[in-house]
């Protein structure tokens, strides 16, 4: 299942509307009874840079230097060939502790006692990371119960696309959260090297404020993840199926139409589409950073006041009434990877981590096919407007009631966990065991088998703890290739955030304002209502919530800018 980068607002309302917990009760999280709402809030904006108290930046030396060398962040570099690990960490520590922390899953949970998990505690130097898996699809919602009620373990990982279901995150982070800043201050360097390599922005994004109008106030209160410039998410084709029946790669909205109506065939149980929610906004120029906001003659403008949203919302109600969308994606239940590799659908919305998915996939189970994102496509001939990561991928946060020592090791084990590519660490956190998990293939490279694709590949486990000192593309060559060109052709149309530098959380209002009109853009994208309700959708999204916002996000757009 996808995981819809930062770069969009869009989320996936309908999946995260099913009900349960899914796999959560199998692997051990409570199924706790709905608790009342963390204290709504006005909304607050914080600085993410100019701190004095974040850990002091020092590079950590790559011990190879990429193969092909891009424009970071969003044209990263990329290794072609597979280097000889060398060990990242020289001492490693001496540690016994056992943690508990819950994460989102997508898809079958792999068992606890596999070794992948075991290796990867005995290299870190002893420290059992034990995750607690939740059904990714309804996460982002139930960690708000989780979370008001203590009942998340010693730590919890969030994507940063899932801070939008919470009504007061700022507030949730200071009440909830380990304060690490006293701990990681300062030069880190000793202990923990590799966290000291990370960016001074990442870490700068990892800050919190008790009191957001008080500079005073800030802290760091989670160990950051990996930025990843460029696209989060992309549309993919089956190259091959569309070479099988004459067709072209599309290049406009227009031409996806036509190619999407020349291949469906619903009575035959084709068609051309799964999802289209939470990346085609940017085919029509809408707005990704900042939550929607874009600023327009002078004013801060929401996508849904806008023409182009209801060409947008046009655009997925013709695909709906023309039986170009697979009929059973309003459930929220269908596995669009498995219908990909089936070729049940032509085009499969998800991370950029599919392309490769896919292809390893393909090879373990013998299926074939091939598989190449889309490219900046826009509708009406206009100038295509990519979304692209603005920030950290996710934060791990540790619970309040962990004593330092705990947390200190916890930090041994992010520490580990950070080393980038090239390394013994970055091998065993991101392969698994050799014989176990993967094979060297004739390059050299890892090559997962069916154990390592299911377990070591899964969207998250320990490779998602922190953020790697520095991030890279890897995998196959010619994928490595392949996404290095498909970045340069996307950069000169990356989105550019209004708000890079400040952090600004919406009022409640406006966040439950925002639910609704996702439940009603699905309304309208599948039939269940009709085209011409938009304006009342947008006025209602503007009275109970929406209007008032735009004064919150004007006064953090003219605090930044001035």
């Not at 914080?46 to 011990?63: M, N, R, V």
């Not at 002893?126 to 139930?142: I, K």
């Amino acid at each position: 299942m996808a995981t819809p980068s930062d770069g969009s607002i869009f989320r996936r309302r309908s999946l995260l509307k099913a009900a349960g917990l899914g796999v959560a009760g199998a692997a051990g999280l409570p199924v706790i009874a709905a608790c009342s709402d963390i204290e709504s809030g006005g909304g607050t904006s914080q600085a993410t840079e100019g701190f004095d108290f974040l850990p002091t930046y020092k590079e950590w030396p790559l011990p190879v230097e990429p193969d092909l060398v891009g424009e970071p962040p969003n044209h990263p570099s990329g290794f072609t060939t597979y280097p000889e690990p060398v060990p990242a960490i020289e001492n490693v520590p001496s540690n016994s502790g056992t943690f508990e922390i819950t994460v989102p899953f997508w898809g079958e949970a792999p068992p606890a006692d596999d070794p992948y998990f075991a290796a990867v505690a005995e290299a870190s130097g002893g420290t059992t990371v034990n995750l607690r898996q939740a059904d990714g699809n309804t996460f982002a919602e139930t960690s708000v119960q989780w979370l008001n009620a203590n009942e998340y373990g010693d730590g919890i990982m969030l994507f940063s696309w899932m801070l939008f279901a919470h009504p007061n995150f700022q507030e949730t982070v200071t009440n909830s959260f380990y304060d690490l800043t006293d701990i990681v201050k300062g030069d880190i360097s000793e202990r923990w090297p590799l966290l000291a390599g990370l960016p001074t922005a990442s870490w700068g994004q990892a800050v919190w404020s008790t009191d957001p109008e008080d500079p005073e106030t800030a802290r760091v209160f989670g160990i950051p993840g990996s930025f990843s410039g460029g696209p989060g998410n992309a549309v993919f084709a089956r190259t091959d199926l569309l070479e099988a029946d004459g067709l072209a790669m599309p290049t406009t909205v227009e031409e996806l139409l036509d190619v999407a109506r020349a291949w469906s065939d619903d009575a035959a149980g084709r068609w051309a589409f799964g999802g289209l929610d939470y990346l085609t906004p940017a085919w029509f120029g809408l707005a990704g950073a900042g939550d929607g906001w874009a600023y327009i003659d002078g004013k801060l403008v929401h996508n849904c006041e806008r023409p182009e949203y209801t060409e947008w919302l046009e655009f997925r109600r013709t695909a709906w009434d023309e039986k170009l969308v697979h009929p059973d994606i309003p459930t929220g239940t269908l596995d669009g990877q498995a219908l990909h590799k089936a070729g049940t659908i032509l085009f499969q919305l998800d991370g950029m981590s599919w392309w490769q998915g896919f292809v390893d996939q393909a090879t373990a189970e013998g299926t074939g096919g091939t598989i190449a994102p889309l490219g900046a496509l826009s509708a009406k001939g206009r100038e295509p407007l990519v979304h692209v990561n603005t920030s950290v991928d996710a934060w791990t946060f540790l619970n309040k009631d962990l004593s330092k020592e705990q947390v200190e090791e916890f930090l041994d084990f992010a520490n580990f966990c950070s080393a980038p590519y090239g390394t013994t660490e970055y091998e065993i956190v991101n392969y698994g065991v050799e014989g176990t998990h993967f094979t060297y293939g004739p390059d050299g490279s890892p090559v997962f088998n069916e154990v390592g694709t299911k377990v070591v590949q899964a969207p998250v486990n320990h490779k998602t703890m922190s953020g790697h000192v520095q991030q890279f593309l890897t995998g196959t060559p010619d994928m490595v290739q392949a996404r290095f060109e498909y970045n340069a052709s996307m950069k000169d149309f990356a989105e550019v955030n209004i708000f890079e530098g400040m952090r600004v959380e919406g009022p409640a209002d406006f966040k439950s304002a925002s639910q609704v009109r996702l439940d009603q853009e699905a309304d309208i994208a599948f039939g269940r209502a009709d085209l011409s309700t938009i304006p009342d959708m947008v006025q209602t999204f503007l009275d109970n919530g929406g209007e008032a916002a735009r004064e919150h996000y004007t006064a953090a757009y003219e605090k930044l800018h001035g």
